[in-house]
């Protein structure tokens, strides 16, 4: 069964926008801490955001103010609207789920790609 599924990557000028889009299992929902996580070449991994099944949510200094995390409870989906991309956003993006934000996670989607240019 796979739990998280990413979408949205693509392609895009600098300052412009992305929606990526988490659709995890019902029970992923519901249940856990949800995160967004960058990988870019040669780089560690990145925790940007997170989110819990409240609605509560947490940044990276990185992307505070420019990146929004939120639920859409109808869809079992979480979003990550990201605004002024920079060359530097540019990575793999990847969905993942830990039982407690801050525990670790338990579950990783694929990744989708983001690549921003000039």
């Known amino acids: 069964q796979v739990e998280l599924v990413e979408s949205g990557g693509g392609s895009v000028q600098a300052g412009g926008s992305l929606r990526l889009t988490c659709t995890a299992s019902?029970?992923?929902?519901?249940?856990?801490?949800i995160n967004w996580v960058r990988q870019a070449p040669g780089a560690e991994r990145e925790g940007l955001a997170a989110i819990e099944s409240n609605g509560d949510a947490m940044y990276a200094d990185s992307v505070k103010g420019r990146f929004t995390i939120s639920r859409d409870d109808a869809e079992s989906s979480i979003h990550l609207q990201m605004n002024n991309l920079k060359l530097e956003d540019t990575a793999m993006y990847y969905c993942?789920?830990?039982?407690?934000?801050?525990?670790?996670?338990?579950?990783w989607g694929r990744g989708t790609q983001v690549t921003v240019s000039s």
């Open positions: 993942a789920a830990e039982a407690t934000c801050g525990a670790g996670m338990d579950y």
């Open positions: 019902f029970h992923i929902f519901n249940n856990y801490c």
